[in-house]
């Protein structure tokens, strides 16, 4: 049962959307200029060097990673804010139990409680770190 009130509602909305403001910034940032440049510096100076090649794969892999984490993010947050108005927003998705709303707060788009996603952390180590 979801017992998040009109207040509580209208807190984790604002911190969902300062999260999403934060996030584009984010990616905003990095496309225009730190990780692109770098890739393509270390690309230019090193012609045929193949470790140097490695480095910067791993580089861009590195990039592309926390660009893909971002993005998921996002798209989770615009995906809690469509659910902010029904009544299963805030329940947790694997137990139904009414996820507290200080978590909500800290973390807006999460989808289960602090239990559900330790298991569910711990079932799929070696994917995501973190506690989306
Ligand atoms: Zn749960």
């Given at each position: 049962m979801s017992k998040l009130?009109?207040?509580?509602?209208?807190?984790?909305?604002?911190?969902?959307?300062?999260?999403?403001?934060?996030?584009?910034?984010?990616?905003?940032a990095?496309?225009?200029?730190?990780?692109?440049?770098?890739?393509?510096?270390?690309?230019?100076?090193?012609?045929?060097?193949?470790?140097?090649?490695?480095?910067?794969?791993?580089?861009?892999?590195?990039a592309a990673a926390r660009m893909d984490r971002e993005v998921r993010e996002y798209r989770a947050l615009e995906a809690a804010e469509q659910r902010l108005d029904t009544a299963e927003f805030g329940l947790c998705q694997d137990c139904g139990a009414a996820i507290p709303v200080g978590r909500l707060l800290a973390n807006p788009?999460?989808?289960r409680c602090v239990q559900c996603q330790e298991i569910f952390d711990r079932t799929h180590a070696g994917q995501a770190h973190g506690s989306l």
């Open positions: 009130n009109n207040k509580d509602r209208q807190a984790i909305l604002a911190a969902l959307q300062s999260r999403k403001t934060a996030l584009l910034a984010e990616v905003r990095a496309l225009a200029a730190g990780d692109d440049n770098q890739y393509r510096e270390i690309l230019g100076n090193a012609p045929g060097d193949s470790s140097d090649e490695a480095l910067a794969s791993s580089l861009a892999d590195l788009a999460a989808t």
